[in-house]
């Protein structure tokens, strides 16, 4: 027994929409005696009658009434699916796990996050602020998506992508003597009570580096795991700092002075993505945002510039 297809069933939707079988036939961009013809097999294959012929046109028959209400039903389901296929195929839905070093995480990344959800409306995200370490980790174990760390990074395996390095900065408290110049270096830090991140950690290797190289002695009386305590305590009075710009800009309104350091130290970080399995287009998509984000990121923006 021969069986309805799916161009008959859609010559009979045409019709019912258009009410015409011309208009039908321009619809589906096939002939007219070609929507007749399937029209007549439908109607064969069902043993009923569709519609009637008044005067230059078709009206539905009540049985045609009926089976539209079921057809409809099925064209709005499959019309969801492609609505949903060109969502995904456009990257705007689905979902998204980032993980990202606190120095992006306490403020520019998730803005940066914000825009881009916003051109997405129906994009699902977990965003995770962790240290490098635990970001390479997460990753490694398929927890994420994508993730932002320090380099070096500790797992070579890992898939990565080299971003843009904005310089680090010099971070004074409110006040400080050191305010009124437009450029620090070294040894303009002699004898300061200084505010270092942990040792060990690659940010305070290049630091210490710095210094040892031009012979600045330092008073180095505080250390701490994080840049958002570094500048906390800055901005107390305790101490100076040589930090990342983006935790720097933070806090340039919260009792801290930011000025320019030189010789410049990069503040170097990659996007990682899982190793088991191809990078999402959408952590790609959001990846290439960042860069180019960063490639506008001035390394002291006004707006962090304390007068």
Known sequence: MARINSRQVEAFRATML??????????????QPAVSRLLRDLQALLKMELFERRGTGLVPTAAAMALYTEVERSFVGLERIAAAAEEIRSRRTGSLRIAALPALSNGYL??????????????????????????????????????????????????????????????LPTGHRLADKEVLEPRDFEGETFISLSAGSSSRHLVDQVFHRHDVRRVLRVETTLSEIM?????????????????????????????????????????????????????????????????????????????
Do not use: Y
């Open 18 to 31: 258009t009410g015409s079988v011309t208009e039908a036939a321009a619809l589906m961009k096939v002939t």
């Open 110 to 171: 998730p803005r940066l996050t914000g825009h881009f959800l916003k051109e997405r409306p129906n994009l699902n995200l977990a965003f995770f602020g962790v240290i490098s370490p635990i970001v390479v980790d997460w990753v490694l174990n398929n927890q994420c998506d994508v993730g932002f760390a320090e380099v070096p990074i500790a797992h070579s395996g890992l898939p990565s992508q080299r971003l843009p390095a904005p310089a680090r900065v010099a971070v």
């Open 231 to 307: 500048c906390g305590m800055v901005s107390s009075g305790v101490g100076v700092a040589i930090c990342d710009p983006f935790t720097a800009q933070e806090f340039s309104t919260r009792g801290v002075v930011v000025r320019r350091f030189l010789p410049r130290i990069d503040f170097e970080f990659s996007a990682v993505f899982p190793a088991q399995r191809s990078a999402s287009p959408m952590a790609l998509d959001f990846v290439e945002t960042v860069r180019k984000a960063l490639a506008e990121f001035d390394d002291l923006p006004e707006a962090a510039i304390t007068r």
